[in-house]
């Protein structure tokens, strides 16, 4: 290495880094490192991995994807409900957080300060807080089912009640009982029945929950996007006729995609996280309609002492937010970037070129001609 | 170059910083001077004070110093402790999670060791007892009875002849006790609860290595539940928003339900309320109820083993099983403090006779998942089909039973 006059710089770079990166090392990097190989490990949770385990290579992967047994079918089982779950909470949270920025973006608003607020509020409650007082507001006696009585509904049992809301629409059309094609086994020993079952009554109040606390969080994201597009770009699309709906969704909606894609991943990341909830309502209880799958690594783990799996089934949710994030960043990608988008400009401008040539050719051969 | 070693250097300080923190003090093995923390999952300020004040003793009698925890979640805590490395010296160990411990060596197999090891109720033992070793001291039991609010059942017009002693006098007292705003009988609807039904209509799970869960008598314990549920006698305590049945006997919800002597706790909320136990009505086949015990676990190769052995020798005394008893109502799990206790309290005498004949819930290493697998299958037993459930309780537990020899 030449030392020139800046020769000490690197080590001092070194130097100021280490804090950050000692920190993040010792606490972040190394525990993933020790999960990761806990995962294909026979570790029972005695002392450190480390010394007091095995490689037993991918058995535990084996035993929550492949192997026909209860294992198997509790990780479908979770898996099922938390799809359902993301695929609600996600676009609801984001459209209406969206809904909400916009609102109170608007100018002539009163007391926009006071709605951003209580917008907001939910999302700086904490959620066990909210998941308890949920809770109370749906016991079989409780406030909802008392408001739903009041109008003639007789409510359900929310929180006790695991039938799945598409087998409770089928039952209603008089199939209540899995007709034979679906009977067959699906995926992760779960039949085609059991996977579309639906969200249960149960977990339904969880996703209203969950829209309720984190559309806060989100509306603020999208209200700093919005104001980020200057007025004259409004003022541009009025003057070119754009109507309100015309301007939101070919002005203001473009504009807002990298927000729209902070919004989406967060949301993915949150929503497949999803623990504390339903750790409150009972440990996948209703008939194991809440069980998701981070619950689930924490329940093997801890409970049945089967660090392995619980570590694999870790690394398998992991990877399915990674994959989700990936495709998502896919259908969301800017379309003028990128080897087809650079065809297709190339091909426009040429065509642009081409009428302006020909435009120029006529006007020339008029001008002529008079 | 010289980034490499600045790097390497880095790293091995993040390690000797991470592997720093995972060192273990170390300990004698000397029964006196010692520091012992005794980590329990207490049902509430009366056991947690009943429990420090009998350590105190102990402590100050041999030279030692205990320290009393009340844990708030005991399972996580205690799995935290093993991996780290650092578990408690003597803790409360569930009947539910015994065989997992003792399958995966975390507990120590001193128990066989006790002198008062002949003491203790047999079925107890046999509850803690891993590959016939008996491994850890049952700390008390309960058994499930059949609790009736006294002023419902006068209210109803039932006298003491009327006391269900088998299932269709428990049917058509519960028939009369139903009114618009009370069900007849409540029980949180899971195998802790449904199993003496199974079990009273002659039914089991395990027969040695054979898993017998979709036989006729179980299905007839279920379907009997079913009917009730079907006249509208039974109801499930979140169906009349309580969490749990004593909650609805205690709020008059519910005028008999299937608990044990720790209904007393509900005095606190429901001082009013006035009930009477009695041993659970005879099924199809005789008498039968659960039996619900924890041990005093001792974690495998604790440098603290010979003082934490004391001292459990000393908490399993017949006089501080009384104690205990006194002070927060749990039954003693030797039969001479057992007795005692029967004649002291006579309220929960009924319990201490339902040891005769009761069992232990099914408890082998692995049952606990397949277990609460059926649990959450009974959540839609009704108007759902008992049978199936049977059959895959069968599938899961045979395969669990396999794996577990």
Redesign the interface.
Known sequence: ?AKGIRGAE??YG?AFT?PA??II??FLV?PILLALYVSFSNW?????PIGNSSFIGTTNYEKVLVDP???Q??FGTSIRNNFYYVIIVVPLQTALSLFLAVQVNRRILRGRGFFRTAFYFPSVTSSVAITTIFIFLF????AVNALLGWLGINGP?W??D??GVIHNLLAGVGVSKAPAPLTAPGPLGLQWWDWISGPSVAMCVLIVLAIFTTSGTFMLLFLAALQNIGSEIDEAAEMDGAGALRKFFSVTLPMLKPTLFTVLTLGLIGTWQVFDQIYLTGK?????TLLTPAFLAYDT?????N?GQGAAISFILFLIIVALTLLQRLILRDRDVGRRAERNAKRADARLHAEAAMAARTSTGTGAGS | MSKIKWGAALLAVGVAVALGGCAQTSGGGSQTGQKLTILIGSSGDAETKAVQAAADTWAKTSGNTVNVVAASDLNQELSQGFAGGTPPDLFYMGWDQFATYASNGYLDAYAAKLPNAGDFYQNLKDTFTYKSTFTCAPKDFSTLGLIINTDLWAAAGLTDADIPTDWNSLEAAAKKLTTATTVGLSFGLEYARAGVFMNQAGGTLVDGTTVKADTPENLAGLQFIQKLHDEGVYKMPSEVSAGWSGEALGAGKAAMVIEGPWIKGIATDFPNTKYQAYELPAGPSGKSTFTFSNCWGIPQGSKTVDAATNLVQFLTSDDQQMAFADAFGVIPSTTSAAAKYASKYPENASFVAGSDYAVSPVNFAGSATVISDFNAQLASLFGGDAKSMLASLQTNLQAALDAAK
């Open positions: 290495m690197g080590r070194w280490a990166i000692i090392g010792v190394l029972h949770g005695l002392g450190s047994g209860l294992a079918k509790d016991t079989a006696s409780g049992n929180f006790a695991p039938s996948g209880e209703p008939g194991k783990s801890f409970t049945n002492l660090w």
